[in-house]
């Protein structure tokens, strides 16, 4: 908690006096200098429970990503439009034969332990980190050799071009991490993926479990003057609500707040002026999606499937689930990835809500009216704490096809228990769940899509496997930017025919942040999975 | 009576045994990933999921972690936490004290309150007082505690800003002394607030059924013919004869409370072994969940022999007949 929590209550602003506490709020009283940075303050993050790490090159974890933006740094990030934004690499080239990428490291950087920083800290992350790491797998078959020529120079060659390699190298994909701290030591279990030192604005202090962490200005960073605040704590909040409480007290600065909760925030900020809540535009997509069960006989027919679709109010869901904050998805690829998807493929048009015409498909299909009844479904999502939208979408999409004569047997199940029925047993029809789409296809979309026979969590548990899409999706991964939309068209139009796996929503993001700060335009300068770094705020 | 508390104390080592036993195969039988859950909603890497097996003795057969578990326990060791990647001792020793200071307020205060308002109730039986405050106590019982909890936020927190929503105390701070005790003292208002409903309802309701028992002895029928004032038979005869079974329930209701403390301290994102549990069961922290649970069957069994004790203590016969035996 920070002198904010206090600065409007009476009783408290008492309290905290006779605490010792009011010397921190007079310290931020001044708020006349709003558009001059100003070094001081401490700036509190809510965020849920952490989990084992705070490494994200060992974690897909929400809350380690969140807190990895003020401790870690990158080779480069996105800017609000979806652009890169240089970081660690000042700049980058690649070969004309799109086989070989260099970056350009800034020279005389150090860790925020104070040792100093080369490339050779750049090229340790990969080998060290690649096996480890659940995006780099991706990437690493297809790098041929690495290079360091000098300090600041980074060289990796490729086997074969591959266009989408270079996302691979961003803050979240590939947070750069110290040679010195992991060489020759066990990664996963390395005290220092609980106490990091990185090359972020804020160097890691303290863990208090189940409270928080406490982060200070890393004196070393390398965007001098900043960070301006002093420190920087992120509080454990598990409870959504709370965060919100939180928030609204002034308790937190900063909140990615659950999408039920935008609407209440922006008018608690517009009522209050306490908080701006700010739309990431180009988000990584969190995408409701269902898989089907290919290997089930009543959906061998894609037009079962198409059917299922078309039975679905997917405009209900966005507004009811997601207040508004969520709108129907159009094909298979994202529409974040604005160079990468055709909208010619659109499910909104070829699919739309029409239970009238979904009836006639399954009577098509072979599976008319009987008796009332065409099928049964059993029908399963997760219902993690953070999974607000589990249940109303799922009670949603089951009147929608019980409408239809279709026997829902739906299954609401801890995340765990979902996971081992869908992934592991394969016991399942149809399930719900809410994926990320990361900052390419190929790190985030392809994963529901392409052939996979293990019965490894969060990948294609549908059966379905077609060489035709694999081999499109590869190519599409490799080609110059310029020419994947071309392939990403052809692998929406075979998605749609197919319909293995259901594409619904596509939610947005939001972050509010508080008012007291000066900066925030800058702060939210960020795209796909980045969060607030806290280093270009300060408090007016 | 020691003779009776050693014999308690011998079963329950036994049953501690047999509930780790049964907690550490159940947890077995559940399906769940505990590296899984540390990588998120990506696939697992091979190397990490060998490297992580490797270091936590996942690999190994069922049978024989079940095995070496039993082993360290018998030492005194609860095992390493995959998820704190700490000794699960140190986390206990670091959660249960803050749980401990919760439960202990909320509990002292439920149980006066309790007492005081089923004397009150009870003596005024079938009149308006003991209406108002038995409908009272069956709302208070009636509501589920998190309700309770979110309403108290939002009353005390949201619309008139006196206490913090959430948490155990500020994470920065200059306080020393007094003022920290103070400062403290502020975020537990809530949370002892809500536990306190809970408990006074609990104790209420039995305190009432008992003390209008008592009030229908012969005894207290003798004290009124005798002239002793209203005050010297509540508080010399009705009391001391009522307050058994509320001590019998304070007993059982211990574990309960403790349960309790769960979702209250996940309601206030207070740290305590209620919210350690709930984030052990969902990293799937076998080791963690397991001392959670010996903790909690302890402090079940030490509260037991304190109840044993208090009822020597309360009623002469049960001191007596320990004695003859």
Redesign the interface.
Known sequence: ??SS?FR??P??RA??G????L??DLGTSNRASAQTPKRGG?A?VGVS?A???LNTQ?????TPLIIADIWASGLFKYDKTGAKKPQIASSWDISADGKTYTFHLRPNLKWSDGQPFSSADVAFTLEAFA?????L?KVVPNIDKTETPDANTFVVHLKEPQSSALEGFDKEVFPLMPKHVFDGT????N?AN?APVGLGPFKFVKW?????I?FERNPYFWDQPKPYLD?V?C?????V??QQ??L??G?IDVLRPALPQISRSIEQANAKKMFEVREVKVNAAERLSLDVNLTRDIFNKPLVRQALLVAIDRERISKDVYQGLAFPAMNAIPEQFTQLTDTSVDYNKQFAYDPAKAGKMLDEAGYPLKDGKRFTIDFTSAT??DAFYAEPAAQIISANWRALGIDVKLSLLE???W???VY?QHNYDVSM?S??ARTDPVFGVD?SFLCNASS????NPTGYCNKELDDIAAKAGAVPTAERKALYKQYEEIVARDMPHLTLTNAKKFFAISSRFGGIDEEMDLAFNGNPDMAQVWVK | MLRHIAGQLAQAVLLLLAVIVLIYCLLQLIPGDPIQAMVGDMPVPPALRAALEERFGLNLPFGHRLLAYLGHILQGDLGYSMNYRRPVFDILAERFPRTLLLAGIGYAFGITLGIAIGIHSAVAKHRGVDQAWSSLVLVGYAMPTFWVGQLLVMAFSIQLGWLPTQGMGPMISRATGIDWVLERALYLVLPVATYTILETTRVARFMRASVAETLEQGYIVTARQKGLSRHEIIMGHVVRNSILPVITVMGYSFGTAMGGAVLLETVFSYPGIGSLMVEAVRARDTQVIVGVVILVACSVVVMNIVVDLLYAWLDPRIRLSSQRR
């Open positions: 908690m920070t929590t409007r209550r009783l408290l309290l905290a006779s605490a010792g506490l010397a921190l401490t509190v429970v989990g084992a790490t060992l974690t897909s974890n929400p096996k480890y790491n659940t995006y797998v066990d990664i996963p279990t005290a609980r208090e479990e189940g409270r928080g406490t420190s704590v509080v454990f909040i598990p409870n609500q709370q409480n939180a609204y007290r308790e993690n704490a995340g765990q228990l996971t081992d029925k592991k769940s994926l990320t994963r490894v969590p969060y990948v």
